[in-house]
């Protein structure tokens, strides 16, 4: 048989298998359409819920009313997102139900409507409770479904929803509840974070191999200077203009207490940052985290200026105004210094993006100039070699053998004298240095 066969009988297959399990259920169902526009969720007490939880066979996560403020019981109940609350409750609240289906529990597998730890058929549990834990309601959201709307025939989605306080039926939605699939608490944090906004100061301490680094400007107009800088060096443009201002976000949050073999916070890195309106925020930096993110504590402190020096020649209506607005920034960043500071009671996992400018090293955000290469000395010119004359032979004289009587047995003759050798050449003169 053919590949192309193969896969055409495959694609077949599936398709009459998808349509004979929905014809199996429209046989052993009853589609009761007079519930079609009724809610879910009939006469919900939306006021008086004060927990949330939400669990998935993988994971769970508990959002609990403390104080009247919402916060994520699983992070030490640290704020939680509570526009991200107040559209589930309303969704709950106006949930209608697109299809009413009276099925059996064999069938519920088939939905995925089964509750958490019931296999691998189960569902997405919401349960609702008020005062000391007691129930108000709960429902299962169940596997996701593509249909084509009856009125318009535009694609859509929805997902089965089951309310085990009414049996033998399941519901076809048109929410799609994004929100809550997967279950993860760290996306029902509020990301709300510090905002320094405009720097001043940038102070990197040392660290292994690495001298640390500062840098600061007098002003947000001003360029940023690097301290110590050696001849020949140059702070690199593109990463202080990086730095000019600083907005960071974090995915998910610990509790202080976090063990420090987790964190890597008990022989941090830090950085202190100093802000145009006189705040100071001193960085700790742990070990890498999940999903890419390092953890991080900080502190965070202000000076701020009390009261407005008046400029030259301020008419009275133009002083009025800007005291005014004076007065008003004052107070704003009080409050964010207020707000700012509750957030030292955790550790946060920053994304590793978000720090990335601060964790450079030196040598990493200087340019060095090129050294100017020396002009190559043309070579000397060989000198022209001087003959070297040979020196003259030494004449040896013959012996001359003067005449006389024939010499007695004891007497010796002398030598005659030997001629001197002639003059010795001089050495070659070296060539001019």
Do not use: C
């Not at 600083?246 to 610990?254: E, I, K």
């Amino acid at each position: 048989m053919k590949k192309s066969h193969l896969i055409t009988l495959l694609v077949i297959a599936i398709v009459v298998g998808i349509a004979g399990t929905f014809f199996e259920l429209s046989q052993s169902a009853k589609w009761d359409e007079s519930k079609a526009a009724a809610t879910v969720l009939p006469n919900l007490a939306i006021n008086d819920i004060t927990k949330i939880k939400i669990r998935s066979a993988p994971a769970s996560v508990a959002l609990e009313k403390k104080d009247d403020k919402w916060t994520v019981a699983d992070r030490n109940n640290y704020p939680a997102d509570f526009s991200k609350i107040q559209d589930l409750m309303k969704t709950l609240w106006q949930l209608k139900i697109g299809q009413d289906m009276q099925i059996g529990p064999s069938q519920l597998g088939r939905l995925k409507v089964l509750a958490p730890g019931q296999g691998d058929d189960s569902g997405i549990e919401i349960d609702l409770l008020g005062n000391k834990d007691h129930e108000i309601t709960s429902l299962i959201i169940g596997k996701s479904v593509d249909r084509t709307d009856a009125a318009t025939g535009a694609a859509a989605s929805g997902r089965f929803i089951y309310n085990p306080a009414v049996k033998d039926h399941v519901y076809l939605v048109s929410e799609s509840f994004y929100s809550i699939d997967p279950v993860t608490p760290g996306a029902w944090l509020d990301k709300t974070f510090i905002s320094p906004g405009e720097l001043t100061e940038v102070d990197q301490t040392p660290w292994t191999n690495n001298p640390g680094w500062k840098i600061e400007r007098k002003d947000p107009k001003a360029e940023w200077q690097l301290d110590g800088l050696q001849p020949g060096e140059t702070l690199d443009k593109t990463f202080a203009e990086g730095l000019s201002s600083f907005s960071p976000t974090f995915l998910d949050v610990r509790p202080s207490t976090v063990s420090s073999d987790e964190s890597g916070l008990k022989d941090p890195f830090k950085v202190t940052i100093k802000t145009v309106d006189g705040f100071t925020y001193n960085f700790l930096l742990g070990k890498q985290g999940p999903d890419k993110t390092r953890y991080a504590q900080f502190t965070v402190n202000a000076d701020l200026q009390t009261t407005r020096l008046p400029e030259a020649n301020e008419k009275p209506d133009e002083k009025k105004a800007k005291d005014e607005a004076f007065k008003q920034k004052l107070a704003s960043l009080k409050e964010q210094l207020q707000k700012e500071k509750s957030f030292e009671n955790w550790v946060y996992l920053v994304p590793d993006y978000v720090l990335q400018q601060l964790l450079k090293r030196r040598d990493e955000i200087i340019t060095k100039a090129s050294p100017t290469p020396s002009p190559t000395p043309s070579p000397a010119p060989s000198p022209t070699p001087v003959p070297i004359p040979s020196p003259s032979p030494t004449a040896t004289p013959e012996p001359t053998v003067a005449a006389s009587p024939a010499p007695s047995p004891a007497a010796e003759s002398s030598p005659a004298p030997t001629e001197s050798p002639g003059p010795t050449a001089s050495p070659i003169a070296s060539p001019a240095q």
